[in-house]
C-alpha cells in the first residue's frame, strides 16, 4: 500500500524558508508523478505542484510560481518542495500524493503544518 512520509514543516517568519521532505513506499516511485498539496485554513485542499515521474515537467499554482520548487530523488524514493520567500497566505497543511493513471493513489492523512507568521 501507498505510504508518504513527510516531514519538515513548522513556523516560519514571512520571507523565510522551509524546506519539505516526503518519502514515499508501497508503489513503484519512478513511475509516479508526484504532487505537493495544501489547505488554508477554512479553505478547499488545493494543488501547489506537481513533478512528473523523469522530473521533465513541473507545474505550479501561480501564487506559488517562482518561490516554490518541486523536485525528486527517484533514488531515494522522495519528493521534495523548496517553500521560498514564505508569506502568511502560504499558511496551511501540507499534503504530498502521488498519481498514476489519472487519480491520486496515497492516503491524505493528517498533513502537516506550515505556519508563516512573525
Known amino acids: 500500500q501507498v505510504q508518504l512520509v513527510e516531514s519538515g514543516g513548522g513556523l516560519v517568519q514571512p520571507g523565510g524558508s522551509l524546506k519539505r521532505s516526503c518519502a514515499a513506499s508501497g508503489f513503484t516511485f519512478s513511475s509516479a508523478a508526484m504532487s505537493w498539496h495544501r489547505q488554508p485554513p477554512g479553505k478547499e485542499r488545493e494543488v501547489v505542484a506537481l513533478i512528473s515521474s523523469e522530473s521533465s515537467s513541473r507545474n505550479y499554482r501561480d501564487s506559488v510560481k517562482g518561490r516554490f520548487t518541486i523536485s525528486r530523488d527517484n533514488a531515494k524514493n522522495t519528493v521534495y518542495l523548496q517553500m521560498n520567500s514564505l508569506n502568511p497566505e502560504d499558511t496551511a497543511v501540507y499534503y504530498c500524493?502521488?498519481?498514476?493513471?489519472?487519480?491520486?493513489?496515497?492516503?491524505w492523512g493528517q498533513g502537516t503544518q506550515v505556519t508563516v507568521s512573525s
Open positions: 500524493n502521488a498519481a498514476w493513471g489519472g487519480q491520486y493513489r496515497g492516503p
